[in-house]
T-cell receptor, first 110, second 115 residues
Framework: QKEVEQNSGPLSVPEGAIASLNCTYS??????FFWYRQYSGKSPELIMS????GDKEDGRFTAQLNKASQYVSLLIRDSQPSDSATYLC??????????FGKGTRLSVIA | DTAVSQTPKYLVTQMGNDKSIKCEQN?????MYWYKQDSKKFLKIMFS???????INETVPNRFSPKSPDKAHLNLHINSLELGDSAVYFC??????????????FGPGTRLTVL
């Protein structure tokens, strides 16, 4: 059974701080890793994808992947109240369905 | 210019009824999906179609039947609705069948409530 684990939170950070969201996965042959943001009552929105070890930066977001440790993280710099949402980690390996974690709820306090 | 659209947005119905949810994507993607998100917000895949062909069919009761008239549309028909079917159903699409770069884009969701 392929699993994707996330701390459900809530993770509370003050405005302007760095929010660090973590995700571990069980399938060693996983190839593609995604972070989705889901506001309450809305659909998941893709914010980052990463496919190789290391860091990938896009604006205030940085995704970090360590395949040896089976670990992927998302850093949000200069956190804003508008970043308050649930962040879903999703992992894909070959011809298998995308597997989602249960999400981490982030609360940015003004 | 909505990328992935679903109708209806809300669906309230009685147990035992049959209902359908429609999904359309204008992204030119080959693959479409149905996901169920339960009250605990866990998002789980139900079905996937690639160019009108069923490629993923997770453990879902056979009361649920997807239909893809063309690669831009994927509908979900549910027979004999049960209380446990209450959830938000999301349609999604992606340019690739599977493997790397399988970035999926979600529709706005259909909140189904079975009374």
């Amino acid at each position: 059974q392929k699993e994707v684990e996330q701390n459900s939170g809530p993770l509370s950070v003050p405005e302007g701080a760095i929010a660090s969201l973590n995700c571990t996965y069980s399938d060693r042959v996983s190839q593609s890793f995604f972070w989705y943001r889901q506001y309450s009552g809305k659909s998941p929105e893709l914010i980052m994808s990463i496919y190789s070890n290391g860091d990938k930066e896009d604006g205030r977001f940085t995704a970090q992947l360590n395949k040896a440790s089976q670990y992927v993280s998302l850093l949000i710099r200069d956190s804003q109240p508008s970043d308050s949402a649930t962040y879903l980690c999703a992992v894909n390996s070959g011809n298998t369905p995308l597997v989602f974690g249960k999400g981490t709820r982030l609360s940015v306090i003004a | 210019d909505t990328a992935v659209s679903q109708t209806p947005k809300y669906l309230v119905t009685q147990m035992g009824n049959d209902k359908s949810i429609k999904c359309e994507q204008n992204l030119g993607h080959d693959t479409m999906y149905w996901y169920k998100q339960d009250s605990k917000k866990f998002l789980k895949i139900m079905f996937s179609y690639n160019n009108k062909e069923l490629i993923i069919n997770e453990t879902v009761p056979n009361r649920f039947s997807p239909k893809s008239p063309d690669k831009a549309h994927l509908n979900l028909h549910i027979n004999s609705l049960e209380l446990g079917d209450s959830a938000v159903y999301f349609c999604a699409s992606s340019p690739f069948v599977a493997g790397s770069y399988n970035e999926q884009f979600f529709g706005p969701g259909t909140r189904l409530t079975v009374l």
